[in-house]
């Protein structure tokens, strides 16, 4: 009879004891752990993201006329001497780079709504890293009359040479495809923090247009 006695209070108290686990596993929660900062702090380790390199080629021409200025039967009139005309051709290559800073990406660029994040990428900029003039193929044609280019003339001819590739630049889609890089290259450093590429939007601050592109460039290298 103590033998039954025993084994019905050893099940009492199994039976207390597996109840009580139970009850404490239920009430402990699992902390949520907030990758927000976590996450901006791998983003802003990408530094100056390049994205996107092209490589432009350009003959730039110049040429100018010696004139004469006058009057006949009183109508002025403005003529070019054929002997006082030159021309030059210049090729130039340029490399122009586009790229992401994430210098200053913080926090403030990550915006999370339940399991759905938002990042706004800082605004894409481009560089003209060098430039090269091929000396040996410049083309001169000087006439009798004129003086030869000065160096200082052909510094100035390389210059605009410069400008209008810069000017080019908008209608290679430089811009455009920034994005899309700096987008692929950031996803696997959120998808390896559990999250799903289709709960990930990355935008920018705005879409540009024309009339902002001349703030993107910076200055060459």
């Excluded at 039976?15 to 983003?43: E, N």
């Excluded at 044609?141 to 810069?166: C, H, P």
């Excluded at 692929?184 to 601050?205: A, H, K």
């Amino acid at each position: 009879m103590q033998s039954y006695r025993f084994i019905l209070l050893y099940l009492l108290v199994s039976l207390f004891i597996i109840t009580s686990c139970g009850q404490q596993t239920k009430d402990v929660t699992k902390p949520s752990v907030d990758t927000i900062p976590m996450m901006a702090m791998q983003i802003q380790k990408c530094s100056r993201l390049y994205t996107s390199e092209y490589q432009l080629r350009k003959i730039v021409t110049y040429n100018d006329s010696m004139t004469i200025n006058g009057s006949f039967l009183h109508k002025d009139f403005k003529m070019d001497l054929p002997m006082g005309r030159r021309k030059v051709a210049i090729p130039m290559t340029a490399t122009v780079k586009a790229y992401v800073d994430f210098t200053n990406f913080s926090e403030k660029n990550i915006k999370k709504n339940n399991q759905k994040i938002e990042i706004v990428l800082p605004d894409p900029e481009v560089i003209m890293t060098g430039t090269q003039v091929d000396h040996e193929a410049i083309r001169k044609k000087v006439s009798l009359m004129r003086k030869n280019f000065s160096d200082e003339e052909i510094t100035r001819i390389q210059q605009q040479g410069r400008n209008d590739m810069i000017k080019s630049l908008p209608n290679l889609g430089i811009i455009e495809n920034a994005r899309q890089n700096a987008a692929r290259q950031i996803f696997p450093i959120i998808e390896q923090m559990g999250y799903s590429s289709d709960d990930v939007t990355i935008t920018f601050r705005k879409k540009f247009t024309l009339n902002d592109f001349s703030t993107l460039i910076k200055k060459i290298e």
